[in-house]
């Protein structure tokens, strides 16, 4: 297989499912186990692969009561640097566990995460308002997961096949 | 009143149920049962193709069908075999819309055979043919497929089993349950034995979008082998699709005509509502069977490597979703071998001489699951393997 398409097929594996072994990824992808941990090396070497993390239904968790939010972000663009500058200020808040660009009616997408709603809104207030570029916000509360990256939370279809057919 | 027994119709009556029935019921009474036994997808029909049914449902179209499918599948069809399988069939006078590729199996059957006409089964197969042949009061006849040969059909086996009598082979590829296929070159030799008979040729190609190596070939695509030759298939495998039970057959003018003569009476039209989702699955799905075709195939490679490092030797399947490792080692019979698997380790897979004969020595896992629920059967099978050995 070229190594390109090798390598689409691998993260889309290892996106899927980061516990199968090198081994059944190997077999997987009629390869050798030294070619997958060789670019599984690479791949984590070079920041495609940045980390691995298990997907997570937050809401079968008892004792945790995460609050989510994201939040709409209409900012002026400063001279240099654009909307990296600006970026930079918001991504290292801890509290941010996402920051994209957006086209369109507003400039950037916030996902916030925090303990209750309270805290959420003073952090808007007290971190995100105040900062100079900044001209709106506009908070929206996540009230239920159906979907997250890929997979289904809520409903899933269950395998309903009898043992044998 | 006489027993309700001596009512029913002896041929009925004497055929042996399926083989698979006997561990499903054997199953079904377990909790808990980690299952390779299954034979239809495990994928949920793609999403746009339920959203055509739902709306067709919407929209009211609630009613009986033309006898042969709605005008515009038979065309879609149509296209897609040329697309596909580059055989041409007239949407208007070579293609029947059926109930599965099930229903498409019996009408051919009950249409060609005559009583005492004999029917060339190649073994292991799937479960229907045989009782459909002796239903319609034909002479079954297995041809034995070999290991060695990867189950395919030899012009060998087919001369053997030829005689005066014989109206039909059935060409069951890519196989269920051996996951064997027939190459180009072997339906070149299997051609030039039918070529100078009157032999039709029933040709079960459900699986041939899950061929893993190279391109199914049809034997309708070889010379001199066009006319004689009815391909079934269906919705069911390659789109899983198997619920909405729908299926077609292609062929010629003359078969295809009294066949929708049979459903016309036996059956009226194929489901209304699954028609219009296959209309959306043959224009815009050719990429859902691409995505379910990639994902078999990386199962298939767990499943067969998992197989031979437990040392019950499996020959690599090159289509449809099973593997067929053989189980002789263990000294065990095929349906012994099941039944103590499924006690002590809970795990279902199916005996694989509920496939005919030849497959005694055999056993038929799915691969139609996960990869962690793979993992987690052939772990069972080997610890089962390591207490019998
Ligand atoms: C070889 C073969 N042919 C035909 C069928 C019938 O499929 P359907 O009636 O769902 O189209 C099956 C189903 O298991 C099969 O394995």
Redesign the pocket.
Known sequence: MEKEILIQELVKIIHKNCKLSVEEIATMLNTTTVAVAELIDELEKDGTIKGYGAKINWDNVKGSNTVTAYIELKVTPQMTNGFDRIAERIYQFPQVTSLNLMSGSYDFGVTIEGDNLKEISLFVSQHLAPMESVISTATHFVLKRYKNDGVIYAGLPEDDREAIS | MRDIKELINKTVIETPPSGIRKFFDLAAEMDDVVSLGV?EPDFVTPWHIREVGITSLEKGKTHYTSNAGIKELRVELSKYMKRRFKVEYDPLSEIIVTV???EA?DLFIRTVVNPGDEVLVPEPS?VCYKPIVNFAGGMAVPIETKVENEFRLTAEELKQAITPKTKVLIL?YPN?PTGGIMRREDLEEIAEVLRGTDILVLS?E??AELTYEGQHVSIAEIDGMYERTVIVS?F?KCYAM?GW?L?YACGNKEIIRMMTKVHQFAIMSAPTLAQHAAIEALRNGDDDIAVMREEYDRRRRVIVKGFNDMGLTCFEPKGAFYAFPCIKSTGLTSEEFCEQLLMSEKVAVVPGNAFGESGEGFIRCSYAYSVEDINRALKAIERFIKKVK
């Open positions: 034979g599965g590729g099930s199996i799937f069951p269920n079960d459900i699986y269906g069911s198997t039970r299926g």
